[in-house]
């Protein structure tokens, strides 16, 4: 289609560009421009777009509440690999603690935006109670956790619902679904917090391939990830799924996933 239409410049969520990336992309694709969002990007996908699509890929970060807050503009040199950028003209993005105070340059607390910007939404239809807890002081939760550098750049760490608690680690999934998604056979990475009788809860990893598998590819990649991260970071165990449940715009369906494992455990606990 993006040849067909001869396509200039174009939004390709994350998951349609490691989708293309398993096809290929003809000699006559060349976009001037590509903006994503709505999970990270690695690197290496970054790398791969601008070799086979002809164009550099321009972060963007925002939600329903407060869309477009910040973003990249490679071709002017403001991106860093790695961090979504920065705040947009007219946004006021802070990482903030829990009681609503910056933290330090480098430190992890909630992404939060201004109230004060066109773009920020005014209220959630009839719910008061609602709304209010979405907000520190004048500043909207997004619910992301992040980090940002002395120059305003902010990074991406997880959802805050998806940070996942195991042995006493607090673990985000984006670096170890990085390592799981370098593997050439794999296609979708996702990982999550798995319910476990012993611990509580483990590491577990959900992934879509190209072609059949080797038995030994699941253990490959646990042992990739302990040893290019940390063995308390690698996924106790990894499945391989036909199609990852997606969401209409394009992101994993995390809650379908942990209720998948959750039904695993409860299978192999009765003996189903």
């Known amino acids: 289609m993006i040849r067909d239409a001869q396509v200039t410049r174009a939004f390709l969520p994350p998951t349609a560009l490691k989708m293309m990336r398993q096809a290929e992309v003809p000699s006559t694709v ?15 996908l970054i790398d ?33 690999t790695g961090w979504i950028g920065q705040a947009f003209p007219g946004f006021d993005m802070r990482i903030l603690d829990e009681k609503g105070t910056a933290v330090e340059d480098g ?69 170890i679904e990085a390592v799981l998604a370098r593997a050439p ?7 999550v917090a798995a319910p476990d009788a012993t611990r509580g809860h483990v590491i577990g990893a959900y992934v879509t391939v190209n072609g059949m598998p080797e038995p030994e590819f699941e253990a490959d990649l646990i042992a990739q990830v302990a040893g290019q991260l940390s063995p308390h970071m690698a996924p ?12 209409a715009t394009g992101k994993i369906r995390r ?18």
């Open 185 to 191: 056979q794999v296609v979708m990475a996702a990982v």
């Open 107 to 175: 430190q992890i607390g909630q992404i939060c935006v201004h109230r004060d910007t066109p773009t920020m939404f005014l209220r959630y239809w009839n719910q008061p109670q609602k709304t209010a807890e979405r907000f520190l002081g004048d500043y909207l939760i997004t619910g992301d956790l992040g980090r940002m550098d002395a120059l305003g750049y902010v990074q991406f760490m997880a959802r805050d619902d998806d940070v996942i608690t195991s042995s006493g680690y607090r673990i985000g999934p984006t670096e």
């Open 48 to 80: 791969w777009a601008k070799r086979a699509l002809g164009a550099e890929v321009n972060e963007l970060y925002g939600q329903t509440e407060c869309n477009l807050s910040a973003g990249s503009a490679r071709s002017w040199g403001a991106a860093q």
């Open 236 to 247: 106790k165990w990894v499945r391989v799924l036909e199609e990852m449940p997606m969401t």
């Open 30 to 44: 060349r976009l001037r421009s590509i903006s994503s969002g709505g999970e990270p990007l690695s690197a290496d």
């Open 255 to 272: 809650l379908d996933l942990r209720e998948m494992a959750a039904q695993a455990l409860e299978t192999e606990q009765t003996g189903g």
